[in-house]
C-alpha cells in the first residue's frame, strides 16, 4: 500500500479556484499545441508552447510543494513524525526536479 493512500488536503476554497483555473489554462495551451501539429506549424513555435506549459506546471508544482512545506510537513513535525515527514518531502524534490 502506498505511504500516502487515504491522506488528504483540504485547501482553502479560493487556493482551489486559483489552481484549477491555471490547470485549466495549461489545459487550453495543450489543445492549442495539438492544433498547431494538426496544422503543420513551424516546429519553433510548438517548442515555444511547450517551454511555456513546462514553466506554467512547474509553477503549479511549487505552489503546491509551498502548501505541502508550511502545513503537511510543519504538521507531522509538530505530531512527532518529523523523520518520515522530511524523508517523505526530499522524495518529493527528487521526483519534482527530476529531468527525464
Same mark, same amino acid.
Given at each position: 500500500?502506498?505511504?500516502?493512500e487515504?491522506?488528504?488536503?483540504?485547501?482553502?476554497? /479560493?487556493?482551489?479556484? #486559483? =489552481?484549477?483555473? &491555471?490547470?485549466?489554462?495549461?489545459?487550453?495551451?495543450?489543445?492549442?499545441?495539438?492544433?498547431?501539429?494538426?496544422?503543420?506549424?513551424?516546429?519553433?513555435?510548438?517548442?515555444?508552447?511547450?517551454?511555456?506549459?513546462?514553466?506554467?506546471?512547474? /509553477?503549479?508544482?511549487l #505552489? =503546491?510543494?509551498? &502548501?505541502?512545506?508550511?502545513?503537511?510537513?510543519?504538521?507531522a513535525?509538530?505530531?512527532?513524525?518529523?523523520?518520515?515527514?522530511?524523508?517523505?518531502?526530499?522524495?518529493?524534490?527528487?521526483?519534482?526536479?527530476?529531468?527525464?
Amino acid at each position: 500500500m502506498d505511504k500516502t493512500e487515504g491522506k488528504v488536503t483540504h485547501r482553502p476554497v /479560493k487556493e482551489k479556484e #486559483q =489552481l484549477v483555473n &491555471r490547470l485549466k489554462r495549461i489545459e487550453g495551451q495543450v489543445r492549442g499545441i495539438q492544433n498547431m501539429i494538426e496544422n503543420d506549424r513551424y516546429c519553433v513555435d510548438i517548442l515555444t508552447q511547450i517551454s511555456a506549459i513546462n514553466a506554467a506546471m512547474n /509553477k503549479v508544482g511549487l #505552489q =503546491l510543494l509551498e &502548501r505541502h512545506t508550511q502545513h503537511c510537513v510543519s504538521d507531522a513535525i509538530k505530531d512527532g513524525n518529523e523523520e518520515e515527514a522530511i524523508q517523505e518531502l526530499m522524495d518529493v524534490f527528487k521526483r519534482f526536479t527530476k529531468t527525464s
